[in-house]
């Protein structure tokens, strides 16, 4: 969680942008407290021709799919979500003229692993351990008595 | 809304039954009252070999994926609107001998929005606006005094 | 249903490989009585360069998204599934040395059609027989008396 696929056109972004995009995006979901490696991002190029719009071919268009899976968030914390990824992402999207559209969904949380393991619950120290280790690892199990 | 995500043979459509297609497409929509540029569409060629329907590979399939986000669906309308689906396609699907599959997902409203705007409610005197300019803007705000 | 995208290294996977593996998942649903012609497995190839982690780009990540259509999974038997998976794509991904995460979703039964027809109940005698045939075909009619 989260998983962002940036569908835009081909040739778009350098390596540089997308490490610098992607790079970004992670902090937006640090400061909520998750660990950084739990934000995927894939860069998809639309081949010229392949993206339409109301029927109409659109070449500069960039289309993001995001799915949360970590988090819920409530209905009123979208627009300040959302708020904050237009300006996230406008270096890389509208300053250069492209259009774009994004939408998402949140996934069951049970239905998902990272690295074979169930992550840890939501803001739980194990969660924490996770987000200071910048690396999932099976649960500490304390020593018996 | 929606997003129509097209996974079809390779070389399977030229760029006029792209543009044919995806216009069909547009116009299921417009019939609801959704603005045209609602309507997203995305071809993506699958190599040969890359698709595997029940453990064998299939060449000749075409694997439709949808998302909705503008509006849900009452659980009776589904029949009827995939009903319109499948005539719709027809001409570029089964008409050609392509086997295909069809599922799609009903995302979150308020996790969504359009050139960094929230679009307007479903129905909304604002929505129908957007649908005769066929562009997101922002809303009109009534004059003061 | 379901639906397995795998986004995976570029040259991960010969044919041979995918084949395997898609037949390895279409058996573990067929142990839930679903048809194989149900199981779809889509494999995309990440350009490198395309895929990060934590801002951080990485060419040797599987990433699995799954969608599910034909079943509801109670919560307590997700990690049960993911076991079952993790065991599974073994031989394909964690024992090859790479790194992966997993997600998946549950869609709407009734916003789905396989070629053109809508799939029978869950568990009813219309799905045993599709099953049987590993073919999907219009309801059976019982004759007139």
């Known amino acids: 969680m989260p998983l962002w696929q940036i569908y835009h056109p081909q040739g778009a972004y350098t390596a540089q942008d997308r490490q610098e995009l992607s790079l970004k995006i992670t902090k937006l979901y640090r400061r909520a407290g998750l ?10 190029e639309m081949a010229p021709g392949s993206f339409f719009v109301g029927g109409e071919s659109d070449d ?11 988090r819920r968030m409530e209905s009123e914390m979208f627009p300040l979500f959302m708020d904050a990824v237009h300006k996230l992402i406008a270096p890389w ?10 939408h998402g969904d949140e996934t ?3 239905f998902w692993t990272v690295q074979g393991l169930t992550p840890p619950p939501a803001g739980s120290d194990e969660e924490k351990r996770w987000a200071r280790d ?7 199990v304390a020593p018996e008595g």
Not at 35 to 44: D, E, G, I, K
Not at 60 to 70: G, P
Not at 134 to 140: G, L, R, V
């Open 93 to 102: 999207v509208a300053n250069r003229g492209y259009r774009f559209e994004i």
């Open 60 to 70: 500069e268009y960039v289309r993001i799919v995001i799915d949360h899976i970590a």
């Open 134 to 140: 910048n690396f999932a690892s099976a649960p500490i």
């Open 108 to 110: 069951p949380f049970e």
């Open 35 to 44: 660990p950084a490696f739990y934000v995927n991002v894939l860069f998809q």
